[in-house]
Each structure stands twice: as structure tokens, then as C-alpha cells.
């Protein structure tokens, strides 16, 4: 009895009342459509409009023509490559900012200025220093998505016990193994929180880089369909990146979940 | 020649002007196969007294000599095993005594090393456990770990800061035990710093009392010339060891005595200045 309440509770969290939020904003998007904003397809119309994109998500009927998750898969890859890319820079940086005092305090301040930069200022200066907008694009990805991982790199290396690090020098260990055997270890859970913080900027910044540059994916799809007037497709694209952008933090805070207990 | 030597030596913590001096003026020689053990109150400046030694801090004046040569930092010839146990939880038991043997001996080959970290691990009686990680492990295992990295490195000279202070009443009677067992076979110098005085008397070639902070300073050694292995059952009727506590105790509230009074005697000095008309 107590057993069947119980599994009938979670049932209500988590399917029924995330089903009545949803349903809500729908009811809301509708009736929006429906009275001010006209120019709102509503969302039957949206459905209509972008059947064949879901039922099809894999056909590609022309360069910026296909289904949806075919450009889904586009964007994830150029994320993957930017967000590589910044993780390869920001865990050195991390290490030394948490590791020298002197370090920390040079470049604290310029990173703290670099962090806010936006975007859209970045991919501009990405196309003048490589001249083709897919390197470009990746370097936009990276100097936005690595900060978290930077800070939250060197705070974990900053925490580290005093235990330990009374450990690693009565072993005397090289500084190659407390690098290893010390340091990345005892970091490892701040590192995974900034790299799932990486993460979700990396996907935030990809529609913007796609559609500054017209590259085929989620963002450029976005931008050229609302070019071309057809609004449906605008919600079809928002839909889609807000549900990537979910499952992307999901899975990272159960890889991340993993390295707490580890 | 004594192993380890102590001169004068002092330290502090704090600002200048807001500053507290932990401990002052400490003597003392350690010959080598020695077991000492040093008793004190908490807060007494015990385990600062260690990391002096193992060279993680450094003290404001005075000489700490070991085997001839000053302590500057720490070194494999001194293996400390620490009150709260610091192994590294993301290694398993064999992991966390390789890694100590690896950094020693890094030119013997990996079948050395591996039969040299078995060979310890077996000592504390945790074959059994090697594969396991810290956090699947008791109190009691994980300090037996910790004894059994600090002796692969084999030492000259082991430094335990009340290795047994965070166990249990039993577990602490039994790796007592292990650790005279250990002691009498392996014949390494060793320096005990404890808060039990039954601990010391069971264990100790002789007991150096630290007084009550701050400003402590080391009392006179009580020899202990009882044959081992020691019962711990005379450590409670035996009249030797009867008045050997009583000493010790006596000598360590007379320390306390003493630094509460020069404590009044300073406030009294304050409120009398205070009292003083202003010139």
C-alpha cells in the first residue's frame, strides 16, 4: 500500500506535474497566438509546418534543408570540437591559477575582464584572425564556454586538504605525481561542476556563432528560416535546442554525480 | 650521537603585535632505537612540535639536527603517520603504500616494489584488504595503512602524531599491541606523541611530559625501565607504573597550574595600567 503511494507520488513529480507546466505555457503560447501577437504561428500550425522535419529528422534534401536532427547532430559536433578546444586550455589554466599565488594575481583581473565578453564580439574578431567562419566559430565556443572550467579548475586545486598536500611532501612526490596522484583527483569533483557549466555555454553560444556564420546546423536553420519568413520552423529550432541543451546537462550531472561518490 | 636533536627550539603563530607564542624553548635528544613518547594536553602545541620535525614547518629559532644534518624539509628518513590517517581516498590500500615506495626506492624493479608494499600491507594484517579503498575501510584499518606507508619507506625514524587518538577504546588497545609487536622487530627509532599516558607507559622506552600551552616547553624524561612486552594490566596495579602516572600527571597539572597564573598575573597587570591615571 505504502509502496504503491510512494511509486504513485513520483509518478505525480515527476511526469503529471512537469506534464501541467508544459501544458500551461502551450495553453499560453496559444492563446497569445491567438489574440495579440498574430504573427505567432500557433501550435498546430508550428506541428503542421514541421512534421516533416521531426518525422524525417535524418533527410537532407538540400544544404540548409534537412531534418532536424541531422542539423541537431551538426551543432553537437561543432560543440564538441569548441568545447575540446576550451577544456584544452582552460584545465592548464585552472591548474596554474590554483597551483601560483603570483600567477593568480596577474592574470586573475584579465580574466575577469576577458569572462563577460560576449559572443557576438568574439566571433568577429574569430573571422579576422582565421578568415573562414568554421575556425572561427570553434574559437568563439571555446574563449566563451572555458571560463567556468578555468575557475572552478583552480578552486578545486586551491581546496585541496592540507592533509594531503602534507602527504605528497613527506612522500616527496615529483611534481609529475602530484599533479597526478594528488592534485586532479582531489580537484576532480570542482572540475567536473565547470565542465558541465562549460557545457551548457557552449550550446548557448552555438546558435549565435551558426547564425553569424550561416553554417548548417540548429542556429544557422533558426536564422535562415526566420530570413525566409517561416516562423514555424523558429519554434521548431527553439524547441529542439532547449531540449539539447537539457539532455546535455542531464547527462553531465550524472557523469559529474559518479565522480562525487568515486 | 643522538638521532634526532632539538636546541632551543621555538615557534609562534600569528601577526606581529597579535602574536602567540606555541612553543618555547624546546630540548631534546633522541638516541637511536629509542622509542619517546611525549604527553600533553590538547592545544599544547603537539602536533605543531611534529611537523617541526618532519620538516613541514619550519621553526622560528633554535636547531633541529637529524643524524647530523639540519631538518629543513621533510624527508623518506623520517616516515610520519598523522592523527587523522591522510591517505588518499582515490587509492586503494596497495596504491596508497606503492605510491610512498615508488618515490623511495624508484630504481628497484616493479616485482621488488610489489613484494616490498605486500610485505608491509601483510605486517598490519590487511592482505586481505588490499584492494579496497579507503572509505570501505574502518578507523582502525585505515591506521594500519597509514603505518604500513610510513614503514615501507623504511625510516630511520618514525614520527606518529597520535596515531590512535580518533579509535575506539578497544581498536586503539589492539593496534597498541601491533605497534609494540612492530617496534620490538622492526628496532626503528620511533616518536610517539600522545594525549594518553597509559599509551606512553605501555609503549615508551621513556616519557617526555610537554607542559600546557602556550609557551610550552618539554619537562624531564621519565625513564621507564620495565621489560617488554608490557602487560596493560600492571599499567593499573604494577606500583612502578602507579607512581610513574602519578608523576607524570603531577608534573603536567603543576604545568598547568602555572600557565593559568601567569595568565591572572597578566590580566591583573592589564587592569592595574588600566587603573593608572593617565600621565
Known amino acids: 500500500m505504502t509502496q504503491l503511494k510512494r511509486y504513485g507520488t513520483s509518478v505525480i513529480d515527476y511526469v503529471v506535474l512537469p506534464m501541467v507546466g508544459i501544458m500551461g505555457v502551450v495553453v499560453l503560447w496559444w492563446l497569445a497566438s491567438a489574440t495579440f501577437a498574430p504573427t505567432l504561428p500557433n501550435p498546430i500550425a508550428t506541428w503542421d509546418a514541421s512534421r516533416l522535419y521531426i518525422m524525417e529528422p535524418f533527410a537532407k534534401r538540400g544544404e540548409l534543408d534537412q531534418g532536424i536532427l541531422r542539423f541537431t547532430w551538426y551543432s553537437l559536433v561543432r560543440v564538441a570540437k569548441g568545447y575540446t578546444l576550451g577544456l584544452a586550455f582552460g584545465i592548464p589554466l585552472g591548474l596554474f591559477l590554483g597551483v601560483s599565488k603570483t600567477f593568480q594575481k596577474a592574470f586573475d583581473p584579465i580574466i575577469q575582464i576577458l569572462r563577460p565578453v560576449s559572443p557576438l564580439a568574439w566571433l568577429p574578431l574569430g573571422l579576422v584572425l582565421f578568415q573562414k567562419p568554421e575556425p572561427a566559430g570553434l574559437f568563439t565556443i571555446a574563449m566563451c564556454s572555458m571560463w567556468p572550467t578555468v575557475l572552478n579548475t583552480a578552486l578545486g586545486v586551491r581546496s585541496i586538504p592540507q592533509d594531503y598536500i602534507n602527504v605528497a611532501r613527506v612522500l616527496q612526490l615529483s611534481k609529475l605525481k602530484m599533479l597526478t596522484k594528488v592534485m586532479v583527483p582531489s580537484a576532480m569533483p570542482y572540475m567536473f561542476t565547470g565542465f558541465r557549466l562549460s557545457l551548457g555555454i557552449a550550446w548557448l553560444v552555438i546558435v549565435a556563432s551558426e547564425m553569424l556564420t550561416g553554417a548548417p546546423g540548429v542556429g544557422g536553420f533558426l536564422w535562415q528560416e526566420y530570413n525566409s519568413l517561416i516562423y514555424e520552423h523558429l519554434i521548431l529550432c527553439i524547441i529542439t535546442i532547449g531540449l539539447v541543451g537539457f539532455l546535455l546537462d542531464r547527462m553531465m550531472s550524472m557523469v559529474e554525480a559518479r565522480f562525487r561518490t568515486g | ?279
Open chain 2, 1 to 279: 650521537m643522538a638521532l634526532l636533536s632539538l636546541k632551543g627550539v621555538s615557534k609562534g603563530y600569528g601577526e606581529v603585535g597579535k602574536r602567540t607564542e606555541v612553543l618555547r624553548n624546546i630540548n631534546l635528544e633522541i638516541d637511536k632505537g629509542e622509542l619517546v613518547a611525549i604527553v600533553g594536553y590538547s592545544g599544547a602545541g603537539k602536533t605543531t612540535l611534529m611537523s617541526m620535525m618532519a620538516g613541514l614547518i619550519r621553526a622560528d629559532s633554535g636547531t633541529l639536527m637529524f643524524d647530523g644534518k639540519p631538518i629543513t624539509k621533510p624527508g623518506p628518513e623520517r616516515g610520519v603517520v598523522f592523527q587523522n590517517y591522510s591517505l588518499l581516498p582515490w587509492l586503494t590500500v596497495y596504491e596508497n603504500v606503492h605510491l610512498a615506495v615508488e618515490q623511495v626506492f624508484p630504481t628497484w624493479s616493479e616485482d621488488k616494489k610489489k613484494e616490498h608494499c605486500e610485505k608491509y600491507i601483510a605486517m598490519v594484517s590487511l592482505s586481505a584488504a588490499r584492494d579496497k579503498r579507503p572509505a570501505q575501510l574502518s578507523g582502525g584499518m585505515r591506521q594500519r595503512v597509514s603505518v604500513a606507508r610510513a614503514l615501507a619507506m623504511e625510516p630511520m625514524m618514525l614520527l606518529m602524531d597520535e596515531p590512535f587518538g580518533a579509535l575506539d577504546a578497544l581498536t586503539r588497545a589492539t593496534l597498541q599491541d601491533e605497534l609494540a609487536k612492530i617496534s620490538a622487530a622492526a628496532n626503528t627509532t620511533m616518536l610517539l606523541i600522545t594525549n594518553d599516558v597509559e599509551e606512553a607507559m605501555l609503549l615508551g622506552d621513556r616519557i617526555v611530559p610537554l607542559g600546557a600551552g602556550p609557551n610550552a616547553s618539554l619537562g624531564p624524561s621519565f625513564a621507564i625501565e620495565a621489560a617488554r612486552p608490557r602487560v596493560r594490566k600492571d599499567l593499573q596495579h604494577d606500583p612502578f607504573f602507579k607512581q610513574l602516572r602519578t608523576n607524570v600527571v603531577d608534573y603536567l597539572l603543576g604545568t598547568a597550574k602555572a600557565a593559568r597564573r601567569k595568565d591572572t598575573a597578566v590580566q591583573v597587570d592589564a587592569v592595574t595600567s588600566a587603573l593608572e591615571p593617565a600621565r
